[in-house]
């Protein structure tokens, strides 16, 4: 059975500092999901990884996949409180179907 | 477009009771998820539905069932439930399978 280990579990952190979070997994990832969800809300899609050294950009957030499919980082640069919520990545492979293998998560808190 | 839809939002039930969960997905996706997320184990997967189908099943007891209809609409149910059972549940659509997954808001149960 896969694991996801994501840390921090909890970041609390003042507007415009920077911040990562990890996932590391027990075994190779087939694609790389990472989600934020905010309170009362399902997860929303931030991205999809699946080449290994991958480095994606969406705005302020920059997503790494480590050289052995096997870690992911995410960095936030100059955080604003509209990035509050709960940061999780996820496995979707083929082989699970729609099945996704989530982390626990990092909850983000930014103050401003 | 309309997002996912779950129906009811919150739900209050007793132990021994038994509920159903409502799930409209995006119009035109056939592909239908099921998720528990708690604070203990975090979000996992429950079951996978296309085309009226159940294609995947996650590692919940026989108390969980669920079932899709020709409109490609969900339903969970619970039967006999307990206190473990509180849980934000959350579902999910897609096109297809192995395409991406646009979840709902949660319907939220608290069984006292």
């Known amino acids: 059975t896969q694991l996801l280990e994501q840390s921090p579990q909890f970041l609390s952190i003042q507007e415009g500092e920077n911040l990562t979070v990890y996932c590391n997994s027990s075994?190779?990832?087939?694609?790389l999901q990472w989600y934020r969800q905010e309170p009362g809300e399902g997860p929303v899609l931030l991205v999809t990884v699946v080449t290994g050294g991958e480095v994606k950009k969406l705005k302020r957030l920059t997503f790494q996949f480590g050289d052995a499919r096997k870690d992911s980082s995410l960095h936030i640069t100059a955080a604003q409180p509209g990035d509050t919520g709960l940061y999780l990545c996820a496995d979707g492979g083929m082989e699970y179907g729609n099945k996704l293998v989530f982390g626990a998560g990092t909850i983000l808190r930014v103050k401003s | 477009k309309a997002g996912v839809t779950q129906t009811p939002r919150y739900l209050i039930k007793t132990r021994g009771q038994q509920v159903t969960l409502s799930c409209s997905p995006i119009s035109g996706h056939r592909s239908v998820s099921w998720y528990q997320q708690t604070p203990g184990q975090g979000l996992q997967f429950l079951f996978e539905y296309f085309s009226e189908t159940q294609r995947n099943k996650g590692n919940f007891p026989g108390r969980f069932s669920g079932r899709q209809f020709s409109n490609s609409r969900s339903e969970m149910n619970v039967s006999t439930l307990e206190l473990g059972d509180s849980a934000l549940y959350l579902c999910a659509s897609s096109l297809m399978v192995q395409e991406t997954q646009y979840f709902g808001p949660g319907t939220r149960l608290l069984v006292l």
């Open positions: 075994s190779v990832f087939s694609s």
